[in-house]
């Protein structure tokens, strides 16, 4: 009977395991550095929205850029533009002056506008 008694007794003990967690979890929350916080306030934009903008063509932008250079001159601007003709396997080079007296934006939009119609 005492034999018998011990197996009861066996079976009622709390099994240990010799298995560690890799880890503890904390329950407190980490502090963000100085640049975690910085990049977070950059990327949060509340009136973002995450859906991705793709362009649905088989072989990419078939258009062809334009390229604006602006140097400041004595009196104003100078104004620099080249595109590439792929057609005719050309590149094309334009000078404009954007005087101190004119509006500097409202002049950009004029020579984009000028160099969009003559391609």
Known sequence: ??????????????????????RKIRK???????????????????YEQDIPQTIATSEGLTSEGMRLQIYKANGGYVVETRSYDSHKDRHFNTMH??????????????IVMMEALKR
Request: hydrophobic content about 35%.
């Open 97 to 110: 002056v954007i005087t101190e007296d004119s509006d500097i934006g409202d002049a950009l939009g004029k």
């Open 28 to 46: 407190q929350q980490v502090k963000l550095t100085l640049k975690q916080r910085f990049r977070n306030w950059l990327n949060n934009d509340e």
């Open 1 to 22: 009977m005492s034999g018998y008694g011990q197996a009861i007794g066996y079976a009622n003990q709390a099994k240990v395991s010799a298995i560690r967690p890799a």
